[in-house]
């Protein structure tokens, strides 16, 4: 059996502290930094440097604009190697890394896919036959190459592109998280639109020692079905089909793109996912989500540092939510949302 992530060690809560919320934009959504302290006056400073961190991240990873680094990769004539900047050599490398050990149900090269079915720039649809094979032709983790000591990027083929979507809003959550530590702010809460990181203690006033996180309903009925503490250093991601989707002929399809097969995943409504950091949480949610029920629970029982919660579409009955055991003792159903799910564990 896996144990849950031990918390690390941060310095004791000043008991007169309180939750001071710093919010802003980036990444196409909203960002909260909850630092717990007492003057609000000498945290900002911290909380704006934060803040720059996911800009900075945004304006290297981003698919939205002409300017940013994955633009200039993504515009390279196949065969040209280019050196990448370090924070996206660490992103690629952990994207790569996730892509091997999930046998590619995570892959960055998905992106001509995602625009196909117009997830990115443009409005969501089924895309025509031609289109979809046209698109799936360029996708491969063989198209592109990266060498993470020189940091030197390489398309392989015409036409291939990646999208970093699936990691780089965790990988700014982290960013922000280090940059509030490099500044001695040692007990706070990062959330990029539900992708977050804790760092030590929330404020003594919640009498937690956990940050208590809402999991939310994939199908919005309520904001939240259960509820768990995330603990200091964690990580935590949620992939869900309530993002982004199109409807046709009768059938819903979700924005996550299985790239094994050039069609959204199917069989899971959503992966919530906690790991030592947000980066790993927010590329392992997306590959559990793709690999589906039975494939990502086999996943998950061999990453020891990596805890799942799976929620799958109830046939004619309430929706199944299968927890890992090492959750067991965080994870808690909300009342309200008991008669929706019947939650099992699995190990």
Do not use: C
């Not at 515009?75 to 370090?86: H, I, N």
């Not at 046998?103 to 990115?120: C, H, K, S, Y």
């Amino acid at each position: 059996m896996k144990s849950a992530n031990a918390a690390m060690v941060a310095p004791p809560v000043d008991p007169k502290a309180g939750a001071i919320a710093f919010d802003g934009r980036t990444m196409g959504t909203t960002y909260r930094v909850t630092i717990v302290a007492t003057d609000s006056s000498r945290v900002a400073p911290a909380a704006r440097a934060a803040g720059r961190g996911l800009s900075r991240v945004d304006s290297l990873m981003s698919n939205w604009t002409t300017r940013s680094e994955v633009a200039r990769l993504n515009a390279l004539p196949a065969g040209r190697a280019s050196v990448v900047e370090p924070q996206t050599a660490r992103v690629l490398a952990t994207a790569f890394a996730v892509g091997a050990e999930s046998e590619g149900a995570f892959d960055i090269t998905v992106e001509p896919l995602v625009r196909a079915w117009g997830f990115l720039g443009g409005k969501p649809h089924v895309p025509r036959p031609g289109e979809a094979d046209s698109a799936f032709a360029k996708v491969g983790w063989r198209n592109v190459a990266f060498d993470a000591s020189s940091r030197k990027f390489t398309k392989q083929i015409a036409g291939a592109r990646i999208d970093l979507g699936g990691i780089a809003k965790g990988h700014g959550v982290d960013a922000a998280a280090e940059s509030l530590l490099a500044r001695g702010i040692h007990h706070a809460l990062v959330d990029v639109s539900g992708n977050m990181r804790a760092l030590g203690r929330p404020a003594p006033s919640t009498g937690s020692d956990t940050w208590r996180i809402g999991v939310r309903d994939p199908r919005d009925r309520r904001p939240y079905f259960a509820r768990l503490g995330l603990q200091d250093g964690e990580g935590v991601s949620t992939s869900a089909k309530y993002e982004q989707f199109v409807a046709a002929d009768g059938v819903t399809y979700g924005h996550i793109i299985d790239p094994r097969t050039g069609f959204p995943a199917a069989g899971l409504i959503a992966v919530t996912v906690f790991a030592p950091n947000a980066t790993l949480a927010d590329a392992w949610s997306t590959a559990l989500f793709v690999l589906g029920p039975d494939g990502a629970k086999q996943k998950a029982r061999s990453l020891p540092d990596v805890h799942a919660i799976l929620v799958a579409e109830g046939r004619n009955g309430p929706d199944v939510v299968w927890v890992e055991s090492s959750l067991r003792d965080r994870f808690e159903l909300s009342s309200e949302a008991a008669g929706d799910f019947t939650v099992e564990y699995f190990e």
